[in-house]
């Protein structure tokens, strides 16, 4: 089956920096991969999602690289701010009709001022 | 715009009881999952539906029943509740575009059984 790991299980950095994030998957080649953020006591928040097709995608201070040749996913915060802190999950489809995800168990980031 | 709804946002059941989380949304969208996140585990799969009257097994079904008898509802059944279901779940919504499977949260259940 296939699997998901973020290696990371925290990271900090200070205001300003970039944050870099890395997910990896084995046993499987996905369409596509996406990004949630997820706070203390709420539910993972959409943030990205990149296609099999592309290498990198933007969105304001996020970007997010797809290499399937190293079937692995960096995800990029540049200026991190304190608002930044959360913890970030990768999900990939849980099977190939793309009709529910599988996550990986999350990188903290922790932006310190 | 509702979005996902769980109810309720906390539970404590003792070892035995039964009882059935609630995930309604409003986005007709035709898929739903729900998952357990524990410390360490990360979010995993429980059961997700496809549409009305069609449901499958995630990572760890056991212990866990679903049905779907109407688009907007998907409710998880704890038959007879276990101290190894304590856990947060969460309900999520999505569907297909050209663009992928992006899913929709609820808020979550906190669930602790004694």
């Known amino acids: 089956s296939q699997k998901i790991e973020q290696n990371s299980e925290a990271l900090n950095i200070q205001e300003g920096k970039t944050a870099t994030l890395t997910c990896n998957y084995t046993n499987y080649s996905p369409a596509y991969l996406q990004w949630y953020r997820q706070d203390p006591g709420r539910g993972p928040v959409f943030l990205l999602l990149?296609?099999?097709?592309?290498k990198e995608k933007r969105k304001e201070r996020l970007k997010v690289t797809f290499d399937t040749t190293l079937k692995q996913s960096l995800f990029h915060i540049t200026a991190s701010q304190p608002a930044d802190s959360a913890t970030y999950l990768c999900?990939?489809?849980?099977?190939?009709?793309?009709?529910?995800?599988?996550f990986g168990k999350g990188t903290t980031l922790s932006v310190s001022s | 715009n509702a979005g996902v709804t769980q109810t309720p946002k906390f539970q404590v059941l003792k070892t035995g009881q039964s009882m059935t989380l609630q995930c309604a949304q409003d986005?007709?969208?035709?898929?739903m999952s729900w998952y357990r996140q524990d410390p360490g585990m990360g979010l995993r799969l429980i059961h997700y539906s496809v549409g009305a009257g069609i449901t499958d097994q995630g990572e760890v079904p056991n212990g866990y029943n679903v049905s779907r008898s109407t688009t907007e509802d998907f409710p998880l059944r704890l038959l007879s509740a276990a101290p190894s279901q304590t856990s947060v779940y969460f309900c999520a919504s999505s569907a297909t575009s050209l663009w992928g499977t992006e899913a929709f949260f609820g808020q979550g259940t906190r669930l602790t059984v004694v």
């Open positions: 990149i296609r099999e097709n592309e």
């Open positions: 986005m007709n969208h035709e898929y």
């Open positions: 999900a990939l489809e849980a099977n190939q009709a793309g009709t529910a995800l599988i």
